[in-house]
């Protein structure tokens, strides 16, 4: 007997659930910590970005929840997918980097960047940025300026 083939989403009802899936039909209930989760991944090239997107996604954002958030290191902004900053929880960031590393070490031997790095060990950049980071808050410019003394 022959079975009949699984139902197939239209073009709108595909686009829908991946609105809906994004929490952009209607705005969320849940808390900041859940959405971000949800969401494996804001895009937060800036600052601000992650805001604004959970302001858009959710029924009395606080900014301040988020901003708690990363004070206790519970979410974090890194360099993740396709090279570009997302905020994610911390334990997304703890999976998915070392998944993601040897395709941002590939991005980084190609790319305009690595001529400011050329003859440097790797790791001891990165150990001194992280101490630094770790020490107190640091912008792009900052971090650089840091690094670039040492």
Same mark, same amino acid.
Not at 18 to 27: K, V
């Given at each position: =007997?022959? @079975?009949?083939?699984?139902?197939?989403?239209?073009?709108?009802?595909?686009?829908?659930?991946?609105?809906?899936?994004? =929490?952009?039909?209607?705005?969320?209930?849940?808390?900041?910590? *859940?959405?971000?989760? +949800?969401? /494996?991944?804001?895009?937060?090239? @800036?600052?601000?970005?992650?805001?604004? %997107?959970?302001?858009?996604?959710?029924? *009395?954002? $606080?900014?301040?929840?988020?901003?708690?958030?990363?004070?206790?290191?519970?979410?974090?902004?890194?360099?993740?997918?396709?090279?570009?900053? +997302?905020?994610? @929880?911390? $334990?997304?960031a703890l999976f998915l980097?070392?998944? =993601? %590393?040897?395709?941002?070490?590939? *991005?980084?031997? @190609?790319?305009?960047?690595?001529?400011?790095?050329? &003859?440097?060990?790797?790791?001891? /950049?990165?150990?001194? &940025?992280r101490a630094l980071v770790?020490?107190?808050?640091? *912008?792009?410019?900052?971090?650089?300026?840091?690094?670039?003394?040492?």
């Amino acid at each position: =007997m022959a @079975t009949a083939a699984p139902p197939v989403l239209s073009t709108r009802a595909l686009n829908r659930a991946l609105l809906a899936r994004q =929490m952009l039909l209607e705005r969320s209930r849940r808390p900041v910590a *859940g959405a971000v989760a +949800h969401l /494996v991944g804001l895009q937060a090239q @800036t600052p601000r970005s992650p805001y604004l %997107a959970l302001w858009s996604r959710l029924a *009395g954002f $606080d900014p301040e929840a988020l901003s708690r958030l990363m004070a206790r290191r519970k979410v974090a902004r890194i360099v993740l997918m396709r090279s570009t900053i +997302h905020l994610v @929880t911390a $334990d997304d960031a703890l999976f998915l980097r070392p998944l =993601m %590393a040897p395709f941002l070490v590939r *991005g980084l031997a @190609t790319s305009t960047w690595r001529l400011g790095l050329d &003859g440097l060990d790797l790791d001891e /950049v990165a150990a001194a &940025g992280r101490a630094l980071v770790e020490a107190e808050p640091l *912008g792009f410019s900052a971090l650089g300026a840091r690094l670039a003394e040492r």
